[in-house]
């Protein structure tokens, strides 16, 4: 490399003289090409390339309080257009997707209130967000009576958990739910930690009552989506991930794509978390090309913000690039997936 | 409240002018009581609580990569010490501890290595610890043959994520292991995404491999454990956790706590990650009293800072507190716990 | 405060099925407002407001590398568009913004480079900008010049920071710059910590040349920005401030506001910067409140992100919000600044 | 490099068994050796090297709120100790050691209490440290006749920042003081923003006074502590830093070294801040080695967490690594230094 090589690209400063659209400050984002808004701009041609390219099969970790705050109606749609094609979520936001599809809301609080009152109020608090405990009340009491239903359907079979998701989808009828959607979508929906969450407490009053009636309860096999997972990503030509937050949800992905001795060919990794403490959450996607999860040449980036801003950002910029009415076809080898 | 009873205790300043031990430190942050080494001073105090209380369970939450990276006897002690009464960890870490008791090793790296060339190499990156590939070809080689003794001895009985820590525990002959020292001390250690882990991976290749013998694999039911630490946190008359990271585990160990209508009593959260996105990890113990996972009168404090650093420096102070050869007895109604 | 009044506010979920503006965004991020993009939401309220307030005063803290990384013209432009009325600037800033209006240039780098090799090729990184050294060179060059005519003209009198930018301003001819625009819409540019940048620097190589030549260097007064400064916040009948970074600029803004006896009426923060380590930077704007630094009844908000994202989408909010060339008149009280 | 060369050093897990020493647990962290455990043992061993190193100037970089949180104390036995041989500071931070040092104090808070009631009680809050307004007060009434006391003395001569320092430590009496330490040692204190602190607002009010009484108000020029810590690097043979913080400090500390074309040989930064929103604060030191402010060969680290837990340990590990009573000789060729 040559001095000349390295001072190849000025910055270009930002302009914002009108109105403008997402996708033109995007375009400004490209211009000046530095620290976050570079990086904003990366993800957002990286999405755009997955998107356009007929062989990948796109997965969506999902971790950290994103459906309490107002992310499920972006996911539902993004997965009807054919912009997800896997879903691997904590527990926890598919039992908030599941308490508005079970007719509960989410609330806008603050995050300095006082949670002595809230508690007496039995009210929950997830930053600013509120939810009554009576929605909790109302999930637990109609979703008992769904794992009885399902229990009663698979008859002793035991499921994994992307056929728990299936099967919650089916009886979920809220169009803007995402379980509901990726129901009718055919797409997978994989929660590995399923039981640190409220579905876990639900599968604890379900089986009580279910020993009761001398039933059997709703079996979910701990390991079993682990082959599930890899025949999607065995299947794939082309795997990309987009991650929001972190945990399990992009463990589960970079060790499914480590499994087929291929590695992900497109990353993007919105987080706060940081490298230096070791977790998983925070470390870079430089780390995972030495375990060949990510591919040495894979495009990759990951953008240190806010979820909550950066993957709208993302989504408004794709649709705005797509055609109109775009929908994206099912990925080569997905056809006949599930 | 009067002005005068806000400005009752002055910030004494730090005086390090001889040999300090660790606990000696402690009194020094005590005295200044302010920002990061106010909040490790109460930390201390906490733990030093929890182990002076007869009734108190305490929960070790693990996530992060805690024990590549050096924390594997300590905790292994602390368990032997009755000083950690129930463990519930990520998979990872686990498979880290299995790594080592099965003969491989952590090494000694840095955050700026070339990832292509470990690739190349068949070398993993955790930020700035390495672990070759042959220790995990030899853990998924020895471990399925573990998974297969299991499945033997199990005959087709579903076993909890608890249950399956334990029969690892027993099979696992290293003093300095985690498992082990659950196992002979009748510890608890519960893996709720235990699936999402090379441990999940071995089941991939186990299961594969009994299906081609005509056996069955070894069974893990995904929500069984939720009812066992219901049970515990039950049984238990207090209840404390220590909480490094985040993730499942502090998820695990809260919602568990909720499900009894009891709440901790006592909390200590060690992590770097922050409030604002909304993310359970970063989330603040002021949060959990809206929900009853922490009781609104506990004791609690989180720690900003890394675990590796935080957790060692309570460990040592606690242990300088308590009488020299201090084991502390199982806390009562927890006696009997298998 | 009864429970119904906690749970007025259902939480909207985003939908972004078509082309967006960027207002319409921030639309969708009111309709959730949670976490980032609820704070990111208010952020574009209170700017908004500022700017439809006759008699606000608005201030701009700039600290951290904005202006290498791309933010140079934005706020040239919204200086001329009475967006903003004041600025507060590390020294760093400043001479970033002096390199290219002396003709140099800012290049796109990766923060991965190999610095050593930098080093050797004599190319400066500021994360993943790249400055070449020959571009400090001619600014040392050029700007001992400066200061030699500066110093001539002034004929011994010593000069503020104030003076002292606007004295800069004037002698840079690029309308791009941020120098050069606040001089011609008589912005006032405090740079209350100039010595700790290359400005710094210069003033070495000049006044080592003056006292060569026997000529008295540039005389800058380290305190007489603060009564200038103080004078502007009385004479304001309302202030806002907008704060990227933090550090010293902000600190400034908030002292003088302090000052007045006054405090702020307005506040946003952007930043990464957290608040436990109690450094100013990531202090929260609670906390202003005990000051006095801003009223206890003013409109704030802290984004926790990265400025080169947030404050560009503030701003191109704010633009579409405005009326079509739309300029801002100077604040009442405020006519007559200079 | 060969593949065996990368794994030579197994991570040796912690043990902690009994009584320790600080510097017993940095030993510990040094056989782990990883994450913020593995930083931190370094950081000791490279304070240590400098206070071993004859040739050494050690510059500490104090800011952020470490004074008002308890640091004070430490800090000034350090200088008196000859182990900081050149303090670059916040003004703040002098502030409150001039407020104790006349007769205030700090008090202990939380970082949740209500800052309207703190207002109306005129109590000010540092995240969890209290001061009453009165003792600003006090502060503003003592140095304003304080500073009268100084430019009467000075009979119209400008001082530096460094002057400055050093005529406040000549009249403030309380030993635990590090502006008196600093002065009864000859360690020059620099303050290159000090117009933005308590500092520079009695200076407003000292020079408003004088205006009225017809006398010269004490002169603080901007620019001629640049000259003064260039010359002290100049004649350093070798150049350290401990930097708590960063800010302002940080890059007047590297901007001296770099402008003597030699560059750091040692440095240490404690910090939380993060790097990739491309603040001075967060940058690395790779980064810094681009510019030639670190040598290339230099030893250096940077510690993630809170400095009031960091550089208390560094600073217990150096005193008990050191002989009894040690004394650290002022570096050669800073012998004369005034």
Redesign the interface.
Known sequence: ?Q?KD??????????????????Q?IQ??Q??????????AVACDIYEKMARDKDCTIFLGL????V???????IA?LIRGGLINVVVSTG?NMVHDSIEALGG?????H???D?????R??????????V?EEDFVNLDYKMTAIYDDIADQSKGK?LS?CDFARELGKRLEDP?SILRAAYESNVPVFL???????L??V??LH??RRKLAKKPP??????S???EI?GICRKSKKMGMIIL?G??PR??IQ?AAL?TKSGLDYAVVIT??????????G?TL???????KVK?QASTVTV???????F??M??SL??RLD?NHKRPRPKNMEKLA
Chains 1, 2, 3, 4 share one sequence.
């Not at 590995?192 to 409220?198: G, I, L, M, N």
């Open positions: 490399m001095r390295l001072l190849t690209e000025p910055v270009k400063h930002f302009r914002i003289n009108s109105k403008l659209s997402v996708n400050l400004q984002f211009n000046s090409g530095s620290f976050g808004a570079g990086r904003l971790a950290g309080a994103l309490p705050a107002g992310m499920r109606s972006l749609d926890a809301h989410h609330y806008k609080g995050w300095l209130m949670d002595h009152v809230l508690y109020y039995h009210v929950y608090r997830i930053y600013d967000v509120l009554p035991t958990s803007d590995p930690a399923v039981r640190d969450s409220e876990g407490y599968h604890f089986s009580t709703l079996l979910l096999d701990a390991f989506d682990v082959a890899i937050g945990g399990v463990n589960t060790s499994a706060m978390d940081r490298a230096e403490t070791g977790g998983l959450s470390s430089e780390e995972t090309v030495s375990w060949g040495g240190y913000g806010d979820a909550m801003i950066i709208p950002i989504a408004a649709i705005e109109k």
